[in-house]
Protein backbone atom coordinates (compact mmCIF):
# COMPACT_ATOMS: atom_id res chain seq x y z
CA UNK A 1 0.00 0.00 0.00
CA UNK A 2 1.47 3.32 -1.10
CA UNK A 3 0.96 6.46 0.94
CA UNK A 4 -0.10 10.17 -0.56
CA UNK A 5 3.27 11.91 0.74
CA UNK A 6 1.08 15.56 0.64
CA UNK A 7 -1.66 14.32 3.31
CA UNK A 8 1.30 13.66 6.04
CA UNK A 9 3.05 16.93 5.32
CA UNK A 10 2.17 20.15 6.50
CA UNK A 11 0.63 21.26 3.21
CA UNK A 12 -2.21 19.03 4.15
CA UNK A 13 -2.80 21.45 7.11
CA UNK A 14 -1.65 24.48 5.65
CA UNK A 15 -4.50 26.64 4.99
CA UNK A 16 -5.08 30.10 3.10
CA UNK A 17 -7.43 32.15 5.22
CA UNK A 18 -7.32 34.74 2.14
CA UNK A 19 -9.41 32.00 0.07
CA UNK A 20 -11.46 30.59 2.90
CA UNK A 21 -14.69 31.87 4.08
CA UNK A 22 -14.97 30.06 7.46
CA UNK A 23 -12.85 30.80 10.16
CA UNK A 24 -11.31 27.27 12.01
CA UNK A 25 -11.87 26.92 15.17
CA UNK A 26 -8.83 26.24 16.62
CA UNK A 27 -5.37 26.09 14.97
CA UNK A 28 -2.17 25.15 16.20
CA UNK A 29 -0.49 28.81 15.09
CA UNK A 30 -1.38 31.58 12.43
CA UNK A 31 0.45 33.45 10.09
CA UNK A 32 0.94 36.78 8.79
CA UNK A 33 3.04 36.82 5.70
CA UNK A 34 4.42 40.57 4.95
CA UNK A 35 5.94 40.23 1.66
CA UNK A 36 7.52 44.00 1.41
CA UNK A 37 10.81 45.34 1.56
CA UNK A 38 10.11 49.17 1.00
CA UNK A 39 11.39 49.73 4.15
CA UNK A 40 14.69 48.11 3.92
CA UNK A 41 15.41 50.30 0.86
CA UNK A 42 14.51 53.13 2.54
CA UNK A 43 17.28 51.99 4.88
CA UNK A 44 19.58 51.64 2.08
CA UNK A 45 19.46 47.93 2.47
CA UNK A 46 19.85 45.19 -0.23
CA UNK A 47 15.96 44.52 -1.34
CA UNK A 48 15.20 41.06 -2.10
CA UNK A 49 13.84 40.44 1.87
CA UNK A 50 9.77 40.74 0.01
CA UNK A 51 10.35 36.91 -1.05
CA UNK A 52 10.83 35.70 2.41
CA UNK A 53 7.51 35.00 3.09
CA UNK A 54 6.86 32.56 -0.11
CA UNK A 55 10.27 31.25 0.18
CA UNK A 56 9.69 30.41 3.90
CA UNK A 57 6.13 29.18 3.14
CA UNK A 58 7.36 26.55 0.44
CA UNK A 59 9.56 24.82 2.71
CA UNK A 60 7.58 25.02 5.51
CA UNK A 61 5.26 22.93 3.26
CA UNK A 62 7.42 19.93 2.33
CA UNK A 63 7.86 19.08 6.77
CA UNK A 64 5.78 16.31 8.01
CA UNK A 65 2.78 17.51 10.25
CA UNK A 66 2.86 16.03 13.87
CA UNK A 67 -1.03 16.35 14.31
CA UNK A 68 -4.21 17.61 11.99
CA UNK A 69 -4.43 21.03 14.32
CA UNK A 70 -4.41 23.73 10.87
CA UNK A 71 -1.69 26.35 10.13
CA UNK A 72 -3.67 29.28 8.79
CA UNK A 73 -1.79 31.99 7.22
CA UNK A 74 -2.93 35.15 5.41
CA UNK A 75 -1.46 37.71 3.11
CA UNK A 76 -0.98 41.58 5.80
CA UNK A 77 -0.09 43.55 2.91
CA UNK A 78 1.29 43.93 -0.56
CA UNK A 79 4.46 44.24 -2.41
CA UNK A 80 4.40 46.30 -5.68
CA UNK A 81 6.21 49.93 -4.67
CA UNK A 82 7.94 52.52 -6.02
CA UNK A 83 11.51 52.18 -6.37
CA UNK A 84 11.66 55.88 -7.77
CA UNK A 85 11.11 57.77 -4.99
CA UNK A 86 11.19 58.35 -0.72
CA UNK A 87 7.37 57.66 -0.53
CA UNK A 88 6.18 58.61 2.97
CA UNK A 89 2.46 58.34 1.95
CA UNK A 90 2.93 55.08 0.52
CA UNK A 91 4.96 53.29 3.33
CA UNK A 92 2.61 54.49 5.99
CA UNK A 93 -0.73 53.26 3.84
CA UNK A 94 1.51 49.42 4.07
CA UNK A 95 1.40 49.81 7.93
CA UNK A 96 -1.90 51.14 8.22
CA UNK A 97 -3.10 48.15 5.68
CA UNK A 98 -0.99 45.88 8.15
CA UNK A 99 -2.13 47.26 11.47
CA UNK A 100 -5.54 46.86 9.87
CA UNK A 101 -5.34 43.24 9.18
CA UNK A 102 -3.43 41.71 11.89
CA UNK A 103 -5.43 43.74 14.60
CA UNK A 104 -8.79 41.63 13.00
CA UNK A 105 -6.38 38.24 12.74
CA UNK A 106 -5.87 38.90 16.45
CA UNK A 107 -9.37 39.27 17.79
CA UNK A 108 -10.85 36.66 15.30
CA UNK A 109 -8.59 33.86 14.96
CA UNK A 110 -8.15 31.27 17.82
CA UNK A 111 -4.74 30.43 18.18
CA UNK A 112 -2.28 30.09 20.74
CA UNK A 113 0.89 31.34 18.60
CA UNK A 114 1.25 34.26 15.93
CA UNK A 115 3.84 34.66 13.70
CA UNK A 116 4.47 37.04 11.21
CA UNK A 117 6.93 36.74 8.26
CA UNK A 118 9.21 39.90 6.87
CA UNK A 119 10.00 41.64 4.74
CA UNK A 120 11.63 44.16 6.66
CA UNK A 121 11.81 45.09 10.30
CA UNK A 122 9.58 47.62 10.04
CA UNK A 123 6.91 45.12 9.73
CA UNK A 124 6.82 44.61 13.35
CA UNK A 125 5.75 48.16 14.26
CA UNK A 126 2.36 47.51 12.96
CA UNK A 127 2.68 44.51 14.30
CA UNK A 128 3.23 46.22 17.90
CA UNK A 129 0.11 48.25 16.92
CA UNK A 130 -2.10 45.51 16.68
CA UNK A 131 -1.13 44.05 19.69
CA UNK A 132 -1.27 47.33 21.56
CA UNK A 133 -4.86 47.72 19.89
CA UNK A 134 -5.89 44.30 20.97
CA UNK A 135 -4.57 43.81 24.75
CA UNK A 136 -4.71 46.51 27.55
CA UNK A 137 -0.87 47.02 27.83
CA UNK A 138 -1.46 49.13 31.58
CA UNK A 139 -2.68 45.84 32.52
CA UNK A 140 -1.11 42.83 30.51
CA UNK A 141 2.31 43.76 30.29
CA UNK A 142 4.18 43.48 26.84
CA UNK A 143 8.10 41.80 26.86
CA UNK A 144 10.09 42.28 23.63
CA UNK A 145 12.86 40.01 23.29
CA UNK A 146 14.96 41.25 20.11
CA UNK A 147 17.35 39.42 18.99
CA UNK A 148 19.49 41.60 16.21
CA UNK A 149 22.63 43.23 15.83
CA UNK A 150 21.26 46.53 15.54
CA UNK A 151 18.75 48.29 17.98
CA UNK A 152 16.44 49.39 15.03
CA UNK A 153 15.98 52.60 17.02
CA UNK A 154 17.24 55.03 15.06
CA UNK A 155 16.34 58.62 14.84
CA UNK A 156 15.54 59.45 11.18
CA UNK A 157 13.78 61.73 9.90
CA UNK A 158 11.55 59.42 7.72
CA UNK A 159 10.49 55.95 9.08
CA UNK A 160 12.28 52.85 7.87
CA UNK A 161 13.53 49.41 8.58
CA UNK A 162 15.60 50.81 11.29
CA UNK A 163 13.10 52.92 13.31
CA UNK A 164 10.44 50.79 14.43
CA UNK A 165 10.88 50.33 18.29
CA UNK A 166 11.32 53.93 18.43
CA UNK A 167 8.39 54.59 16.31
CA UNK A 168 6.33 52.53 18.64
CA UNK A 169 7.75 53.99 21.85
CA UNK A 170 6.60 57.55 20.61
CA UNK A 171 3.23 56.56 20.16
CA UNK A 172 3.41 54.55 23.93
CA UNK A 173 1.04 56.19 26.62
CA UNK A 174 2.95 56.36 30.15
CA UNK A 175 0.52 53.79 31.70
CA UNK A 176 1.54 51.25 29.05
CA UNK A 177 3.61 48.50 30.08
CA UNK A 178 6.40 47.67 27.36
CA UNK A 179 9.96 46.26 27.89
CA UNK A 180 12.48 45.66 25.20
CA UNK A 181 15.76 43.47 25.87
CA UNK A 182 18.00 43.61 22.75
CA UNK A 183 20.67 40.69 22.53
CA UNK A 184 23.49 39.99 20.37
CA UNK A 185 23.56 43.68 19.52
CA UNK A 186 27.06 44.72 18.06
CA UNK A 187 27.96 48.38 19.57
CA UNK A 188 29.74 49.19 15.92
CA UNK A 189 26.67 49.17 14.15
CA UNK A 190 24.73 51.67 16.19
CA UNK A 191 25.34 54.92 16.79
CA UNK A 192 25.52 57.35 19.56
CA UNK A 193 21.47 58.92 18.71
CA UNK A 194 20.52 55.03 18.23
CA UNK A 195 21.78 53.94 21.48
CA UNK A 196 19.96 56.74 23.08
CA UNK A 197 17.34 55.84 25.74
CA UNK A 198 13.39 55.07 24.76
CA UNK A 199 10.73 57.60 26.23
CA UNK A 200 8.15 54.79 26.90
CA UNK A 201 10.02 51.62 26.38
CA UNK A 202 12.32 49.99 29.27
CA UNK A 203 15.14 49.20 26.89
CA UNK A 204 18.24 46.69 28.24
CA UNK A 205 20.90 46.26 25.88
CA UNK A 206 22.72 43.28 25.41
CA UNK A 207 25.56 43.82 23.42
CA UNK A 208 27.37 40.35 21.16
CA UNK A 209 30.58 40.48 22.55
CA UNK A 210 29.91 41.05 26.36
CA UNK A 211 27.18 38.25 26.41
CA UNK A 212 28.01 35.93 24.15
CA UNK A 213 27.97 33.16 26.69
CA UNK A 214 24.81 34.37 28.57
CA UNK A 215 22.49 30.98 28.69
CA UNK A 216 19.23 31.24 27.27
CA UNK A 217 17.51 30.26 30.80
CA UNK A 218 19.72 33.39 31.91
CA UNK A 219 18.32 35.29 29.07
CA UNK A 220 14.48 34.53 29.57
CA UNK A 221 14.85 35.23 32.96
CA UNK A 222 16.65 38.88 31.98
CA UNK A 223 13.73 39.60 30.17
CA UNK A 224 11.30 39.26 33.09
CA UNK A 225 13.57 40.82 35.74
CA UNK A 226 13.70 44.23 33.59
CA UNK A 227 9.89 44.85 35.12
CA UNK A 228 9.58 41.90 37.85
CA UNK A 229 6.69 40.47 36.33
CA UNK A 230 4.96 36.75 36.43
CA UNK A 231 5.34 35.61 33.27
CA UNK A 232 1.69 34.29 33.48
CA UNK A 233 0.77 37.89 33.26
CA UNK A 234 2.84 38.69 30.28
CA UNK A 235 2.21 39.03 26.69
CA UNK A 236 5.53 38.10 24.79
CA UNK A 237 6.93 38.86 21.68
CA UNK A 238 9.63 37.37 20.14
CA UNK A 239 11.51 39.39 17.13
CA UNK A 240 14.34 38.01 15.37
CA UNK A 241 16.50 40.10 12.93
CA UNK A 242 17.78 37.40 10.90
CA UNK A 243 21.48 39.60 10.55
CA UNK A 244 21.57 38.50 14.35
CA UNK A 245 23.17 35.26 13.08
CA UNK A 246 26.22 34.88 12.06
CA UNK A 247 27.56 34.93 8.52
CA UNK A 248 28.35 30.99 8.35
CA UNK A 249 24.70 30.74 9.01
CA UNK A 250 22.41 33.37 7.29
CA UNK A 251 24.64 35.47 4.48
CA UNK A 252 20.91 36.16 2.76
CA UNK A 253 19.81 38.68 5.34
CA UNK A 254 19.19 42.31 4.19
CA UNK A 255 22.96 43.69 5.96
CA UNK A 256 25.19 41.02 6.66
CA UNK A 257 27.78 40.79 9.85
CA UNK A 258 30.67 39.63 10.55
CA UNK A 259 29.77 37.73 13.23
CA UNK A 260 26.94 36.91 15.71
CA UNK A 261 24.40 34.14 16.92
CA UNK A 262 24.42 30.20 16.27
CA UNK A 263 21.46 28.30 15.44
CA UNK A 264 21.92 25.62 17.86
CA UNK A 265 21.99 28.40 20.48
CA UNK A 266 18.23 29.57 19.07
CA UNK A 267 16.70 26.23 19.61
CA UNK A 268 17.76 26.22 22.55
CA UNK A 269 15.87 29.35 23.33
CA UNK A 270 13.06 28.12 21.21
CA UNK A 271 12.74 25.30 24.01
CA UNK A 272 13.19 27.44 26.72
CA UNK A 273 10.38 29.52 25.70
CA UNK A 274 7.96 27.04 24.92
CA UNK A 275 8.80 25.69 28.19
CA UNK A 276 7.25 29.29 29.89
CA UNK A 277 3.86 30.05 30.07
CA UNK A 278 2.85 33.30 28.64
CA UNK A 279 -0.40 35.32 28.73
CA UNK A 280 -0.29 35.01 24.62
CA UNK A 281 2.99 34.39 22.84
CA UNK A 282 4.31 36.03 19.37
CA UNK A 283 6.85 36.02 17.22
CA UNK A 284 8.39 37.95 14.16
CA UNK A 285 10.91 37.04 11.36
CA UNK A 286 12.67 39.51 9.50
CA UNK A 287 15.08 40.52 6.60
CA UNK A 288 15.67 37.23 5.53
CA UNK A 289 16.88 37.75 1.93
CA UNK A 290 16.04 34.52 -0.79
CA UNK A 291 17.65 36.50 -3.78
CA UNK A 292 21.07 36.42 -1.24
CA UNK A 293 20.92 33.09 -0.06
CA UNK A 294 22.69 29.89 -1.33
CA UNK A 295 21.41 27.03 -3.63
CA UNK A 296 20.09 25.26 -0.90
CA UNK A 297 17.69 27.78 1.15
CA UNK A 298 19.42 27.27 4.12
CA UNK A 299 18.02 30.49 5.52
CA UNK A 300 14.79 29.60 4.34
CA UNK A 301 14.96 25.96 5.65
CA UNK A 302 15.72 26.71 8.87
CA UNK A 303 13.19 29.85 9.24
CA UNK A 304 10.89 27.22 8.32
CA UNK A 305 12.00 24.52 10.62
CA UNK A 306 12.04 27.45 13.57
CA UNK A 307 8.14 28.27 12.47
CA UNK A 308 8.02 23.89 13.23
CA UNK A 309 9.66 23.70 16.10
CA UNK A 310 7.42 26.75 17.67
CA UNK A 311 4.16 25.98 16.62
CA UNK A 312 4.20 22.43 17.76
Known amino acids: MYLDRDQESLNSILLNLDEMNQLPSQVAAHLFLSPNDYGVVRNYGRPGARFAPQSVLQQLKILNKIDSN ?15 KNNDEYFNSIQNEEFLIMKEGLKKINSSHFIQIGGGHDHIYPFLKAIQSTFDLSKTPLIILNLDAHLDTRQDSSFHSGTPFRQFDHELQSNESVSLVQFGIHLANNSISTRKELTNIHQEILYFNENRNLS ?12 KESSNNCLFL ?18 VNGNG ?3 DYFFQ ?3 VIKATKFHKRFTGFYEYNPLMDDLSSKGARFLAQSIFTLGF
Open 70 to 84: PITYQSACDFNYNFL
Open 216 to 227: PEKLISLAFETR
Open 238 to 255: LSVDCDAFGPEYFSGVSA
Open 261 to 263: LDT
Open 269 to 271: LIQ
